[in-house]
């Protein structure tokens, strides 16, 4: 079946326009709400948000959805989208919402779903959910007295604090490093310093300070330079910057030079498995992990298993693989002895306490392989077009992979969030990859428009 709401990672789109209006929000709400209702005990579900101003109108629209249905709601406020995943299983919440576009501007906003588990929806509930929301729910509503009530938990953000610190040993302290850290004026401007402060690190702060339209705003995982640069001005030991909810995380070292999410994936990964921490001998990454990470991990014994793009789907295979360890290039690292979904703040924390274990500066220790020249470029098209199914980008993407002959590789996707086509390959011959790239975006820019 075809998706109308629900794209890789919930519902998304700009604010108050379709699909991303409170009516929207209402449907989701009593679908949901209906959907996740099941026995005789009292239904709960757990909303946060993060800083977006559009958040003010998603959050109660939710909440009359849920309570019509007999849910009782309980607000965090915002709180990186870990913590509602979190939050949902350890108060017993029937669902979880997270109002969230993620690292998207300030304009977007999404809804993201998280089943009793703390784990993401899959596809088919998703679809039911779906199905649901165009038809007619009004037989559905609760009668008047047993009709849902809201409250905010004002203890949230201490509980998951502590939750993110304990998933450190307590002889690991922070204590003696320099921590630039961007929280992207996203959800986690409050929690993150606080955690890193608590365990020992002096901390400079950069995107505290949300005013609602600021989000992502030339700072966090998606605006590296921002932390990089301060990195240098104060001479710090490490960068650490989170996006919009926080739920990945770039790093970069004392020099002020990125770490991408394979460089800190593979170093969490083998240094598990040095230590007897690593289930299922293998990482778990989507498509667009580096082919040199995959060739590092091989060299170690280990297994590289690829997913389709999406910590959902990276999540989905680790569970059925019983791995722990897994993620995506882009940050979302996924540490499931500790979390359910991808946690920026808490990766970041596991990565440090492998650097505290070795000597060295953070640009000596932190890249274990060499990656191999690989080139993302996007092309933007006319929504409801299909350039991919034109012969002609159809022959491009052949005649490149047969180019290859084994040395290299070429993807291309549609992102799940916005009209763009992403071409990528990589390979051992950065000319030919160039030109590769080159020659599939031509074509599909020909036919785009």
Known sequence: M????????????????????????????????????????RHRVVIGKDTRLSGYMLEPALVAGFTSMGMDVMLVGP???????????????????????????????GIKLFGPDGFKLSDEVELEIEAMMDSDMSALLVPANKLGRAQRIDDAPGRYIEAVKSSLPSSVTLEG???????????????????????GADVIEIGTKPNGLNINAECGSTHTQTMCDRVLAEKADVGIALDGDADRVQMCDEKGQLIDGDQLMGLVTTHWKRTGQLRGN??????????????????NGLRLIRTKVGDRYVVEQMRALDCNVGGE??????????????????ASLQVLAVLADREGPVSEMSRVFDPLPQILKNVRYAAGSDPLSHSS???????????FNGDGRVL??????????????????????????DGIVAEIMAVAG
């Open 282 to 299: 293998a990482l778990v990454a989507t498509v667009m992990s580096n082919l040199g990470l995959e060739r590092y991990l091989e060299s």
């Open 2 to 41: 075809s998706r109308k709401y629900f794209g890789t990672d919930g519902i998304r789109g700009t604010a108050n326009t379709a699909p991303m209006t409170a009516e929207v929000a209402l449907k989701v709400g009593m679908a949901a709400g209906h959907y996740f209702t099941r026995g005789d005990h």
């Open 412 to 437: 291309i996707r549609k992102s799940g969030t916005e009209p763009l086509i992403r071409v990528m390959a990589e390979g051992d011959d950065a000319i030919k990859v160039e030109r590769i790239v």
């Open 79 to 109: 709180m990186p989208t870990p913590a509602v995943a979190m939050l949902t299983k350890s108060m017993r919440a029937d669902i979880g919402v997270m109002i969230s576009a993620s690292h998207n501007p300030y304009q977007d906003n």
């Open 393 to 403: 980008v159809v022959d491009a993407i052949s005649s490149a992979e047969r180019a």
């Open 177 to 199: 490093l320099k921590i630039v850290l961007d929280c992207a004026n996203g959800a986690a401007y409050s929690v993150a310093p606080k955690v890193l402060r608590e365990l």
């Open 329 to 346: 290039q882009s940050g979302h690292i996924v540490l499931s002895d500790f979390a359910s979904t991808g946690d920026g703040l808490l």
